[in-house]
C-alpha cells in the first residue's frame, strides 16, 4: 500500500512538475511576442482572478497585470477574438486595476468576438441580452436566443440549459414546452432534469 501510495505520489509530483515548465516556457513565448502564448497566460490570469485564487497564482504567473492587459487591448484591436473576449471578461469583472467602466466597449469587444464564432463571447452575449445588464441595459430576447443558439451550436455547454430556461419560463419569448425540453436535453446543467420533470409533471396533469 505504502509503495503504491509512493508511485501515486511521484506521477502526481512529476505531471505537476511538467505542468509548470510546460507553462514556463509559454511564458517565455508570450514575452517574446507570441499572441496564442499571450492569450493563454491571460486566460490562466483572468481564471485566477475571477475565482479569487490569490493564493494559488503559480510563479510562472507572477506578471504585472498591465502588462497582461496590455498583450489583450494590442491583440485586440488587432482582431483576435479570444483576446477580445479575455478583455470584455477583464473589464466586465473588474480584474484590473485600468478598468474600462464604458458598458458600451465591454459589449463591444463580446460582440467582435461573437461574430468570429468565440463561443464563449457567443454565451456572455447571449446571457447579457437575455438578463438586461451590460451595455445599454436593455433586454433583448431576440437577440438572447440569436447568440445563445450560435453558443451552443459551437459546443458551448452552458448555452443548451439557459435557452431551454427561457422557452420555459415564457416571458420574454413565448412558453414552449416542446421546445424547452429539446433544448434541455442537450444540457448537462443538474438544473436542467429539474426543469425537465417539472415539464414532464405539468404535461401529464394536463392528459
Not at 8 to 17: D, K, P
Not at 156 to 167: C, E, Q, S, T, V
Request: charged share 35%; net charge negative.
Amino acid at each position: 500500500m505504502k509503495r503504491l501510495l509512493l508511485v501515486v505520489f511521484l506521477v502526481c509530483f512529476l505531471a505537476g512538475t511538467a505542468a509548470a515548465e510546460d507553462m514556463n516556457s509559454v511564458r517565455k513565448n508570450a514575452e517574446s511576442g507570441d499572441p496564442e502564448a499571450q492569450c493563454k497566460i491571460a486566460r490562466e490570469f483572468v481564471n485566477i482572478r475571477y475565482n479569487y485564487d490569490f493564493d494559488k497564482i503559480p510563479k510562472w504567473l507572477d506578471i504585472d497585470e498591465k502588462i497582461i492587459a496590455g498583450w489583450l487591448k494590442k491583440l485586440a484591436e488587432n482582431g483576435n477574438p479570444e483576446a477580445q473576449y479575455l478583455l470584455a471578461r477583464a473589464y466586465i469583472e473588474e480584474l484590473t486595476e485600468d478598468n474600462d467602466d464604458d458598458d458600451k466597449k465591454k459589449m463591444s469587444l463580446l460582440q467582435k468576438a461573437a461574430e468570429q464564432n468565440h463561443n464563449e463571447a457567443q454565451f456572455e452575449l447571449g446571457t447579457y441580452y437575455k438578463d438586461g445588464y451590460g451595455g445599454d441595459g436593455r433586454k433583448d430576447p431576440e437577440l438572447a436566443l440569436k447568440w445563445l443558439t450560435k453558443a451552443a451550436e459551437n459546443g458551448n455547454k452552458d448555452a443548451p440549459y439557459f435557452i431551454g430556461l427561457m422557452y420555459y419560463e415564457g416571458g420574454d419569448v413565448a412558453k414552449d414546452y416542446s421546445k424547452a425540453a429539446e433544448w434541455l436535453k442537450k444540457s448537462n446543467d443538474d438544473r436542467a432534469k429539474k426543469l425537465l420533470d417539472e415539464i414532464k409533471k405539468s404535461t401529464s396533469k394536463k392528459k
